[in-house]
């Protein structure tokens, strides 16, 4: 029993189609915020990759997909069920899709010009910009400050009781400027003198001032940032190195970077903003192109998914319509299609045991029929059989002495008719035990060549036109019976001609269910068959002939049967009779 198998790759499919929607979302999170952020710069390792990936990956699935309409286009061309159903509904995804995709990417492409337009015509860069002013200025102040301060004659005075009493000294310059946040003395020695204020801003490596006088450059240390102000001060009449210093506030030097950072960014926007919303554009034409492709590939999917027990079906009703009944159509259980697939599948077994009963009671039926006419064919000679056998013994018992004369013609009646039996049963042998065929591929017009000439028996006998057979005229048959074949019925067209009689023989290729055969002609201008007796031509033991079996036909009509062809004729009376005979046509392996 044969089965329509076919193993679906719909579910594998898509989970590999979302699979790979998910890759290209986390790809567009990756990448896009680099591009974004480097649009200023000509060339990067980020927007190199992401342009590699945005050409390459959509390149792959457009091959894909061209693949698959190069497919679809030679299944259409081939005539293949399903394909007009396919490409419906491939064309419905892509519209679904275009229609989807289309207004979603310019509603935010539009939501984003928007957006960015809004942000550069709000006021932000003033703002930015103000702000780092402010952060400026306010460093700069502590700078002027922290250094006016150090060279102010009011610091030197305080330095006068710092070696007494530093604490006091400390307290009176906090009372002066509550800014300062730490001073530090050396003596020229480089030995530190006095520390006060917060340890946080202390100087530990000396050798680092020893040259230098004025304001130091800032040191950025656990989130504070540290200002240092060097001025050499004459103490008690000792030279001293003094270093007073500020702590800033807190993330001071990160907000600072922040604000300039971020101005720096928005003048970027500002100055390439055409060239953003390029970006942008394109960004969302390469993100919804390959999704847009998926969406056609998914379609393509889906399209196989149903119309493959579409296709099953329609092979199935192929098969069983050539006579095979052992196909079986297969489906999940549970799919849509699963109980017109059995039910379908029961029909045809129903229809397979139908046949074989139907075959089995027409062959007891074709036997019946047969064994009554072989029955009567066998009782038409045993009837002179017997009249001549009782006159023989009727004479003996009347005139023994005259025996003689009837004797010689009795015998021969009843050694004819015995003849006669004989050919009978012959003929019924050959048809009931004819072999089966033994196919090979062999050219036609060889053996109507043979047969021809086997009834060219001198310038009088009809002409036998085989001109339409053309070399090369290869059939997939048994030789000898398809000899058989042609003998009997070129035989019987030559008993049907007169004295101008003609015999023309040809074949035609054709092309039946999408197979192709030879079409094959025996045409005579005979004296045709009358319109009552055309449907008994085929039967067994059914002859027009004085000498006829009645087998001839029968066993041609069985000899093409069994080459799964086909044969029929037109006749009309007094103008000629064509028989036509369907054959397969027979390939040469190569």
């Not at 074989?356 to 074709?366: P, Y």
Request: aromatic share 10%; with cysteine; glycine share 6%.
């Amino acid at each position: 029993m044969k089965f329509a198998r076919g193993k679906s790759v719909f579910h594998s499919g898509f989970f590999a189609l979302t699979l790979i929607i998910i890759l290209l979302i986390i790809l567009v999170l990756i990448f896009s915020q680099q591009i974004l952020t480097n649009i200023s710069q000509r060339s990067t390792s980020a927007n190199t990759i992401a342009l590699v990936i945005i050409i390459l990956f959509p390149a792959i699935l457009a091959l894909i997909i061209v693949y698959e309409i190069v497919m679809l286009v030679r299944d259409r061309a081939k005539r293949k069920p399903g394909t007009k159903l396919k490409v419906k509904l491939v064309l419905f995804f892509v519209f679904i899709s275009f229609l989807t995709i289309t207004p979603l990417s310019l509603l935010s492409v539009s939501f984003i010009q928007s957006t960015i337009n809004f942000w550069l015509q709000a006021g932000i860069g003033d703002a930015l910009q103000g702000g780092l002013n402010i952060a400026l200025n306010y460093y700069r102040s502590r700078v002027t400050g922290l250094k006016r301060f150090n060279e102010s004659r009011l610091f030197c005075k305080l330095l006068e009781n710092v070696s007494s009493n530093p604490d006091l000294v400390w307290e009176q310059i906090q009372e002066v400027n509550s800014e300062i946040g730490f001073i530090q003395i050396y003596d020229m020695g480089g030995r530190m003198v006095v520390f006060r204020g917060d340890r946080r801003g202390r100087l530990m490596d000396f050798a680092s001032i020893r040259d230098k006088r004025g304001i130091l450059p800032k040191i950025e240390r656990e989130n504070i940032s540290i200002l240092r102000s060097v001025e050499e001060h004459d103490i008690g009449g000792r030279h001293y190195i003094v270093v007073t210093g500020m702590i800033l506030p807190k993330d001071f030097d990160r907000s600072a970077r922040n604000l300039t950072e971020s101005l720096e960014t928005f003048s970027q926007l500002n100055q390439y903003n055409r060239l953003f919303k390029y970006v942008i554009v394109l960004f969302y034409f390469f993100f919804s192109l390959p999704v847009f492709l998926l969406v056609i590939l998914f379609g393509f999917m889906v399209a196989d998914e149903l119309i493959k027990p579409i296709v099953s079906l329609e092979e199935a009703t192929r098969r069983v319509s050539e006579g095979d009944f052992s196909f079986r159509v297969l489906t999940r259980r549970g799919d849509e299609l699963y109980m017109l697939a059995e039910s379908f599948n029961k029909m045809i077994g129903e229809l397979e045991a139908s046949r074989e009963k139907l075959l089995h009671a027409e062959k007891i039926a074709a036997w019946q029929e047969i064994a009554q006419r072989l029955a009567h064919e066998i009782r038409n000679p045993l009837t002179p059989i017997k009249l001549s056998a009782q006159r023989i013994l009727r004479k003996y018992e009347v005139d023994p002495d005259g025996l003689m004369k009837i004797l010689p013609s009795a015998v021969n009646a009843i050694i004819s008719e015995v003849n006669n039996l004989d050919t009978l049963l012959k003929e019924f042998r050959e048809f009931a035990r004819l072999p089966n065929p033994l196919p090979q591929v062999m050219d036609l017009r060889e053996i109507v060549e043979e047969v021809s000439a086997i009834f060219a028996g001198g310038s009088d006998s009809p002409i036998v036109d085989i001109s339409g057979v053309k070399p090369g005229t290869l059939l997939m048959a048994d030789p000898v019976q398809i000899k058989q074949v042609f003998n009997n019925l070129i035989k019987n067209a030559m008993d049907a001609l007169g004295s101008d009689g003609r015999i023309v023989v040809r074949a035609d290729m054709v092309k039946k269910g999408g197979k192709d055969y030879w079409r094959v002609q025996i045409k005579d201008n005979g004296v045709g068959i009358d319109e009552d007796v055309k449907d008994k031509i085929f039967d067994p033991y059914f002859t027009t002939k004085e000498d006829g079996t009645g087998l001839g036909l029968a066993i041609v009509e069985r000899i093409v049967f069994d080459h799964n062809g086909n044969i029929w004729f037109e006749s009309k009376r007094g103008v000629g009779t064509t028989f036509f005979i369907d054959l397969p046509v027979g390939e040469i392996d190569e």
